[in-house]
């Protein structure tokens, strides 16, 4: 009971890094002697130091390194990246006890780290609230696992289950949720690294994509776009933030946020842009449209988690929003809007 504990807090500390590790893992680390925390700290972003390091940092009195144990989230790197490898660290330090949620999948990783400090003398307990690890980490885990971004699908619906009115008369959302719900959507872009629409999307709503109304990173925007017909005076090519454009045009400048990406738009579409963005290392990309858009990687399989909201507004007729089966993990309320957060059944 008291590794589980003591690792709660690393899944607490871990959380701090939430959209801000990629494209690492987020790890957290507490070093305990006699029963007391004596030092903590979380990876907070690539190329700085590893949750253990920070850890070992805040220890204020060394001497007790090698009385105490150290937790760990996430396995002990055992190779050298932007950083030393931290099982040599601990090794080190002579620290007798380690104990760590899960294995790193990567192939660099991949127990090494762990055999590494067994082979020292330590003594190591693995999985310690290991689901909670893996799923602290499912966005790497699936990336490294499936050889593919984590996949979030988003959406807000009618009362009636519409997407969006029949006809409409400008070329901005029609909201059915209420300011508080959008703000939430803005805060999850700033957890992901990317965000993915359709054309007709662009056309009918315009977006930025952007997380204006939460503070944080911005996501990378990516836009299918078949036949090359969405122009610069659309705001997804205002250059503010780094866009990717999916075309099976070849006649195509990149400029400095803005690149371009040649595809077939074909029934393997949705396969083609999650390897692609495999290629790029997107661990995670929420797709919010339209219900082409969506429904193309609801019919391929290929998505991890659904969003949806339900509002109280009534269109009678439009959009049919997009059909899944999914297993609901959550329900919220913010005011009139309910919030569905649902997992695929397998």
């Known amino acids: 009971m008291e590794d589980e504990k003591f690792m709660h807090r690393c899944l607490q500390l871990a959380k701090n890094g939430l ?12 070093i305990v002697f006699e029963g007391k925390i004596i030092g903590e700290g979380w990876h907070q972003k690539a190329g700085e130091p590893h949750a253990e390091v920070n850890a070992i940092n805040a220890v204020k ?24 490898p931290c099982s040599d660290l601990i090794v080190h330090q002579k620290i007798p006890r380690v104990v760590v949620g899960t294995v790193d999948p990567h192939e660099k990783v991949a127990g090494k780290g762990i055999e590494k400090l067994r082979k020292s003398g330590a003594e190591v307990k693995v999985g310690v609230l290991e689901k909670e690890c893996l799923e602290l980490n499912k966005r790497f885990f699936t990336f490294h696992h499936l050889k593919r971004p984590y996949i979030i699908l988003k959406w807000a619906e009618s009362a009636d289950g519409y997407l969006a009115p029949l006809t409409k008369t400008e070329k901005k959302p029609v909201w ?44 990378l925007r990516i836009v299918l776009d078949r036949k090359g017909k969405i122009s610069d005076e659309y705001e997804v090519k205002n250059q503010q933030q780094p866009t990717l454009i999916i ?6 400048k990149n400029s400095e946020n803005c690149n371009y990406e040649t595809l077939i ?24 449209g339209g219900r082409q858009t969506l429904q193309t990687f609801i019919d391929a399989k290929l ?36 919030l569905l957060i649902g997992r695929r059944h397998d």
């Open 176 to 219: 059915i949720t209420n300011v508080y719900s959008r703000q939430l959507v803005h805060k999850w872009r700033t957890e992901e690294q990317a965000i993915l629409v359709g054309t007709t999307t662009v056309f009918e709503d315009n977006p930025n994509l952007n997380s204006r109304d939460w503070y944080g990173n911005q996501p």
């Open 61 to 84: 009195d060394k001497s007790l390194l090698s009385k105490s144990t150290i937790y760990v989230s996430l396995e002990p790197c055992s190779h050298f990246g932007k950083t030393p």
């Open 247 to 252: 075309t099976e045009e070849e006649n195509h």
């Open 19 to 30: 959209g801000t590790t990629y494209p690492n893992p987020m790890v957290g680390s507490v």
């Open 303 to 338: 998505w991890d988690e659904v969003r949806i909201f339900k509002g109280d507004t009534l269109f009678q007729q439009g959009v049919i929003a997009p059909k899944i089966a999914y297993k609901t993990v959550k329900k919220m309320n913010f005011l009139t809007d309910e």
């Open 265 to 288: 738009f074909d029934h393997q579409l949705a396969e083609k842009i999650v390897n692609l963005l495999f290629e790029k290392e997107i661990q995670s990309v929420i797709i919010e």
